[in-house]
């Protein structure tokens, strides 16, 4: 029986408990009155209809001769005894005990006492199972670590080089505080960490505590707010006075975009909790001294939320980007994670770093671990690159799904979709290479065309747009060329390609009829900040030649990916029967294909068994064929 089960017995336990004890005082009262008078009671007893009588104190336990027993109360008659005993009735009992003062103190109070407890234990449950109690809901529930629980340095932190060059100056602050004061120089009192989820703010911000040896705590910004208007700002009252007693300490709140949302936005206003919370600690920050050696560290990947008041310099002086790792980076945060595997000799962390692009901290991680469960699958004692390989395409394409039994004529056209996307792209400039091919089901498509960059890539041209659109085109083509039908695999191909050709229009004015002008702002959520009524300033005639223009670009792009597929129509039958046999092909079997020739045998599969293909990255192309049509 877990926790939770066990808590809601006790509850139920504890109800009836109370239920059944003042029920029990009621039927006790019920029973102590007098079923039979005194007169007629004794009257019996002359006339012998009484078999015997017991003396409990002042209540007479009667057994008549015939009939039901019954109870009734003593008025002190001293001549009682004497008087059924002449009449022949048997009397028994004993000599009244009384109760003591704290006893029938107790009983009164009993069910009072309980109703008491149950009360107390709801609320504990309101407020996280115990942690603050009933009567502590404006204490703080930050965590602390303290110099010696606090393990984690910047050696732990990899891949974030800018990042802790900017965090460097406060762990010499936090280490040396006079060295900067001697000279007037003031360190922030709030440091923002803003950066994609995975990254690592809340690792650097605890390696930060880590180097300067001093006490770290957390939160997180939903840790604030209650179902009751004011304990959040009583919260953040004493969570800043518990800081102070630790000071010189880093105050981390994590995801602070929770408590610190724009104030007065979103429909009916503000929620008055948050806001009271947001303005004490508005106030908080303001008001302590830089000298108290306090620093507050928020992590948010939404800065674009957060109240104004919050960013203004004396609160969140500065703004701390923990972007994206680099092929650098990649390569030392795969490093700092294989320490805990037992690696192979053929395992290359540069390697896998070129082949990973747009992969945060957390996904490098899961990448390690991953391996790791394949080695441990097929009973290996190290991790080699191909357990690497297969995590990298289970993580990027999804579990592969070879239980599915898929009809001959929809295996074939899974075929022609991939290589039709496979083919438009290796025959346009400006794509990412071809990096593997399947139609082994995977996630919620039936095949994936992966295309892996050279590199990192940080902005796209009009060109490479264009061309995109096109390879995602290619699937459906192949389609219609070999095939003579139209599936509903391409559903989320169409839905990709017409989002680019709009941003090309609309946001990134790269067309000539509509020039540099953006025309879709004041799209964001209401609920974000944002305003409950969109301000369009695009006339309707406007908006008529942005689709035009869409529709122009969706209309280029799919004849060009067409002319590509009726040119090249033996390329697309030799990969598809490749695809047939094999199921997957890499790049060096693609470029069989492409100059002529027979593609080479797959190589012969390791001792591991598992995934075997690619990985999304940031800026990569991954085109599949849909499991399901859309909604």
């Known amino acids: 029986m877990n926790n939770n089960t066990f808590s809601k017995v006790a509850v139920w336990m504890v109800i009836a408990l109370v239920l059944f004890t003042v029920f029990k005082q009621f039927e006790g009262r019920g029973q102590s009155a007098d079923s039979v008078s005194y007169t007629q009671f004794m009257q019996d007893a002359r006339d012998g209809r009484i078999r015997s009588v017991d003396v409990q104190g002042d209540v007479l336990y009667v057994t008549p001769q015939s009939g039901r027993p019954y109870s009734l109360t003593s008025p002190g008659d001293l001549w009682m005894v004497s008087d059924l005993m002449k009449s022949g009735v048997q009397v028994s009992g004993k000599q009244r005990e009384e109760p003591s003062l704290l006893m029938s ?31 502590n809901f404006g204490k703080s529930k930050a965590r602390l670590l303290d110099e010696a629980t606090n393990v984690t340095t910047f050696a732990d932190v990899a891949g974030c080089d800018e990042a802790k060059e900017d965090v460097q100056e406060l762990v010499d602050f936090l280490r040396d505080p006079t060295r900067f004061q001697k000279l007037g120089g003031r360190i922030p009192r709030g440091v923002l960490m803003v950066g ?84 004490q600690m508005l106030v908080e920050m303001d008001g302590f001294e830089t000298t108290q050696g306090i620093i507050v560290i928020a992590a948010t990947n939404r800065p674009d939320v957060l109240d104004p008041a919050l960013l203004r310099p004396g609160r969140f002086d500065r703004q701390v980007v923990v972007s994206l790792p680099d092929i650098r980076g990649r390569a030392q945060i795969l490093k700092v994670h294989m320490r805990k595997v037992p690696l192979a000799p053929n395992v290359d962390a540069t390697v896998l770093a070129r082949g990973t692009p747009g992969f945060s901290g957390a996904d490098l991680a899961n990448l390690v ?28 394409m999804g579990a592969e799904r070879r239980s599915i039994v898929m009809p001959e004529e929809e295996r074939r056209n899974t075929a022609y979709h991939e290589s ?43 060109e490479r747009l264009l061309n995109m659109i096109a390879v995602l085109f290619g699937g459906r083509i192949a389609e219609e060329i070999f095939m003579n039908q139209m599936t509903t695999g391409a559903s989320n191909d169409f839905e990709r390609a017409t989002t680019i050709a709009r941003d090309i229009v609309m946001r990134y004015g790269m067309t000539d009829s509509l020039g540099p002008m953006v025309y879709a702002d004041n ?37 060009t990916a067409r002319r590509i597929l009726e040119e090249q129509r033996d390329k697309v039958e030799v990969m598809t029967r490749a695809l047939l046999e ?50």
């Open 196 to 279: 994609s989820p995975g990254t690592g703010k809340t690792l650097l911000a605890k390696a930060i505590a880590g180097e300067a040896k001093v006490p770290f705590f957390s939160i997180s910004g939903s840790d604030f707010v209650e179902m009751f208007v004011g304990v959040g700002a009583s919260r953040v009252r004493d969570m800043f006075e518990t800081a102070k007693k630790h000071a010189p300490c880093i105050l981390f709140i994590d995801e602070i975009d929770a408590v610190g949302r724009q104030r007065g936005a979103g429909l009916g206003g503000g929620n008055d909790e948050r806001e009271q919370t947001l303005n």
């Open 582 to 631: 094999w199921e997957t092909i890499d790049a060096d079997q693609i470029n069989d294909i492409m100059a002529g020739n027979d593609p080479r045998p797959p190589s012969p599969p390791s001792d591991s068994s598992g995934d075997s293909t690619a990985t999304p990255p940031a800026g990569g192309v991954a085109s599949g064929n849909n499991a399901t049509a859309p909604a």
């Open 105 to 135: 103190i107790f009983v009164s109070w009993f069910p009072m006492l309980l109703l008491i407890g149950v009360w107390i234990f709801f609320m504990r449950q309101m407020q996280g199972g115990g942690r603050g109690g009933a009567f």
């Open 369 to 396: 671990n991953e391996a790791a469960l394949f080695a441990a699958r097929r009973a290996g004692r190290m991790v080699d690159m191909a357990d690497f390989e297969k995590a990298k395409d289970k993580i990027i």
């Open 420 to 462: 039709g996307h496979a083919i438009v792209a290796k025959m346009l400039p400006k794509t990412d290479p071809v990096h593997k091919v399947t139609i082994i089901p995977r996630g919620r498509a039936l095949g994936v065309t992966m295309q892996l960059p050279e590199g990192d890539r940080y902005s796209m041209d009009k």
């Open 523 to 559: 799209e964001g959520e209401v609920f974000l900040g944002r305003s409950v009524t969109k301000t369009t300033h695009v006339s309707e005639a406007t908006m008529q030649k942005v689709d035009n223009e869409v529709r122009r670009i969706i209309d280029e792009q799919y004849a």
